[in-house]
């Protein structure tokens, strides 16, 4: 009988070659089953997967949320659970789902932070352009302001997927689906002004030739340092609780309130649902109460009766 690591293996396997999952997303689903399996030997069953029925899915439901993890965590734990099972029963290896019939705690829908485009600017306008980093990092946020762009999908950005001369972006997003992103020219600008006096001055280790942003010492930069880049600046104006997803929040948000198609918004986020981007609606409407509450002359004032 196989092992749970072999069952796993065989599952990262289906996951990378027919889903084309990233190593990001493989890692986290093949650690909910490692805690399955934790909780299985901690309980002192000698189970393989395929032995698993619905009541110990049950009690390691419980098992996790004893542990006081919180409700999204537990809803993250159970979709990967899910999603192996459902694999097993797609490759015949079990006779019946048992993780069917289970269900997650219950989330609250909770809004993406944004920030006001004043605070975007702010945080831009506070880079030193002196320097050759202050170059490259007012780049890296005007670029993540301009396209909404993912943090992971910034590092991965290559020279052969820039187009100047159209103002438009490859992207290369989950699943590795790529998109057009159209870029805006303060973009543009500040990552021609760092390819041309930073970058093209740069010595540059071989095989990181091809990315776009790099760190001191030529290599491609990575998701830690943009969160520090982005961290450092929102601090030079006073901001806190910013991260580079806020960016893409705010993109999304600001588009919204200015009117943009919900479907050209998805199309720029990568969005494989509409259902994904439209949270950003509820942000519309929120702004556009706040609009009446401070606009609208029966808001503002008590009327006096005729």
């Not at 899915?57 to 979709?79: E, H």
């Not at 920030?115 to 170059?135: C, K, N, P, V, Y």
């Not at 997803?245 to 479907?263: M, N, P, V, W, Y």
């Amino acid at each position: 009988m196989k092992d749970w690591t072999s069952y796993i293996q065989e599952f990262a396997d289906y996951l990378k070659l027919e889903r084309s999952l990233s190593e990001n997303s493989l890692k986290a689903y093949t650690s909910d089953i490692d805690k399955l399996q934790q909780f299985i030997d901690l309980s002192g069953l000698d189970l393989s997967p395929v032995e698993i029925e619905r009541k110990h899915l049950q009690d390691f439901l419980i098992y996790i949320y004893d542990l006081g993890l919180s409700p999204a965590s537990q809803a993250r734990i159970l979709a990967g659970i899910k999603a192996f099972y459902k694999f097993m029963l797609y490759q015949d290896l079990i006779p019946e789902d048992p993780s069917l019939l289970l269900e997650g705690p219950k989330l609250d829908k909770k809004l993406p932070e944004t920030l006001h485009f004043h605070e975007i600017d702010q945080m831009l306008r506070s880079i030193d352009l002196s320097t050759a980093e202050g170059i490259r990092n007012r780049a890296i946020l005007e670029t993540l302001y301009s396209s909404g762009m993912r943090v992971s999908e910034l590092t991965e950005l290559k020279l052969s997927n820039l187009f100047v001369d159209i103002g438009f972006l490859r992207v290369t997003g989950k699943g590795n689906k790529e998109r057009i992103v159209p870029v805006g020219k303060d973009a543009l600008k500040y990552i021609q002004m760092y390819l041309q006096h930073v970058r093209n001055h740069m010595e540059i280790k071989p095989g990181h030739e091809n990315y776009i942003f790099l760190n001191r010492r030529g290599k491609k930069l990575s998701r830690v340092m943009i969160f520090y880049i982005v961290k450092e600046a929102a601090a030079a104006v006073g901001i806190t609780e910013v991260s580079p997803h806020t960016f893409r929040h705010s993109f999304a948000t600001h588009l919204i309130e200015g009117g943009a198609d919900l479907r050209a918004v998805q199309d720029m986020l990568g969005h494989v649902s509409i259902t994904t981007t439209e949270i950003y609606t509820h942000l519309d409407r929120d702004y556009l109460r706040q609009v009446i509450a401070e606009c609208h002359p029966r808001s503002k004032k008590p009327i006096a009766d005729d």
